[in-house]
């Protein structure tokens, strides 16, 4: 892959993340819910997480190993739950599932990406990246089934 290709995929990948970070910060306008907001503050300091990794790994400052690659456990709620509209009003366990349906979305993003590209140093790194973002889907889905169905007296 030569040096202006790789620079592309990753200056999308910034752009994403960098997309990601401002969509996070205007839901957290919407959410009136302490523990919400909190949840989506940490997600949107994730995405500025992520994007200064890609920066500074298009800059050279460490390898592809610099990111955990980790197994997140598949929930599937997003994928079977509608995306609420994003509301003044909305309920914090409406907050968590737009923010899980957003990750659903990096996660491909992410996945298609590796997938066009050789083995190799960049393709790790893109599925590295999905693995994040998937693992972000997860800790939404835990906090929507946590908040939709919380646990009763009875079981």
């Not at 083995?119 to 893109?126: A, K």
């Amino acid at each position: 892959m030569t040096d202006s290709s790789l620079d592309h995929v990753l200056e999308a990948a910034i752009r994403r993340e960098e997309e990601a970070y401002r969509f996070y910060r205007e839901l957290e306008g919407h959410v009136r819910d302490a523990a919400a907001r909190e949840a989506i503050d940490w997600i949107a300091r994730e995405e500025r997480a992520h994007r200064a990794f890609l920066v500074n790994y298009r800059d050279g400052k460490f390898g592809p190993g610099a990111l955990r690659l980790s197994e997140p456990v598949a929930y599937h709620i997003a994928e079977y739950q509608k995306e609420p509209e994003i509301t003044p009003d909305m309920a914090s366990q409406e907050v968590y599932l737009v923010a899980a349906h957003r990750e659903l979305r990096s996660h491909q993003f992410y996945t298609e990406l590796a997938a066009m590209h050789p083995q190799g140093e960049l393709r790790g790194v893109l599925q590295r990246m999905a693995s994040e973002e998937l693992r972000h889907k997860e800790k939404m889905e835990y906090l929507y089934a946590n908040t939709a169905f919380p646990q009763t007296d009875g079981g």
